[in-house]
């Protein structure tokens, strides 16, 4: 069964540094891959996904993610973090006629 | 477009109680999926429908159930409820054969209290 990891709950970065969220996956057919945010009592927001087009994948407010078969990964950057990037971030895949599975999260703190 | 609606947004029952949370999808979207978030413990998924049909169910007791209408709405019901019960629970839509390229839209969840 497919599972996702997300290394680390919680990530803290300064105001206008790298942001760096981590995920592998674990299956050996490359899924496809998807990360949301989730702002305080709210929903789950799609940021971006890879459906195997392209390795390198741009999303919603600066976010991207490069999909690295090798490493079973696929972790989410943005160049410079912004206060309103503080959220909880998940990763998740789909693979086969299963529902989408989800890694635990990780909640990013923006420090001014 | 309309979203995914739920209703309520909050709800406060008495353990042993039944709770029903009701879910809309955007138009269009046939597929229904019900996940559960505890603090602490991340999307649990719960149940998949889909033109009507339960296509799947995550490792939950059968106290938790649920269906789908003709008009692809849903709900949750929640039997018998425990303290352990309490959290967010989030309804997600897709269109008709498109998880792997469209991935899911989520409503903003119904906010399940037990006491």
């Known amino acids: 069964a497919q599972s996702v990891t997300q290394l680390g709950s919680h990530v803290s970065v300064s105001e206008g540094a790298l942001v760096l969220l981590r995920c592998n996956y674990s299956?050996?057919?490359?899924?496809?891959l998807f990360w949301y945010v989730q702002y305080p009592n709210q929903g789950l927001q799609l940021l971006l996904k890879?459906?195997?087009?392209?390795?390198l994948v741009k999303g919603i407010n600066g976010f991207e993610a490069e999909f690295k078969k090798s490493e079973t990964s696929f972790h989410l950057t943005k160049p410079s973090a912004h206060m309103s990037d503080a959220a909880e971030y998940f990763c998740?895949?789909?693979?086969?006629?299963?529902?989408?599975?989800f890694g635990k999260g990780t909640r990013l703190s923006v420090i001014a | 477009e309309a979203g995914v609606t739920q209703s309520p947004t909050h709800l406060i029952k008495t353990r042993g109680q039944q709770a029903t949370l009701r879910c809309s999808p955007i138009s269009g979207h046939t597929s229904v999926y019900w996940y559960q978030q505890a603090l602490g413990l991340g999307l649990q998924f719960l149940l998949w429908y889909d033109e009507g049909e339960e296509r799947n169910r995550g490792n939950f007791p059968p106290r938790f159930s649920g269906r789908q209408f003709p008009n692809y709405s849903s709900e949750l019901n929640v039997n018998a409820l425990e303290l352990e019960d309490s959290a967010l629970y989030l309804c997600?839509?897709?269109?008709?054969?498109?998880?792997?390229?469209?991935?899911?839209?989520f409503g903003s969840g119904t906010r399940l209290t037990v006491v």
């Open positions: 890879y459906t195997s087009a392209a390795t």
């Open positions: 997600a839509s897709s269109p008709p054969g498109q998880q792997a390229n469209y991935g899911y839209t």
């Open positions: 998740a895949a789909y693979s086969g006629n299963t529902p989408l599975v």
């Open positions: 299956s050996s057919v490359p899924p496809y």
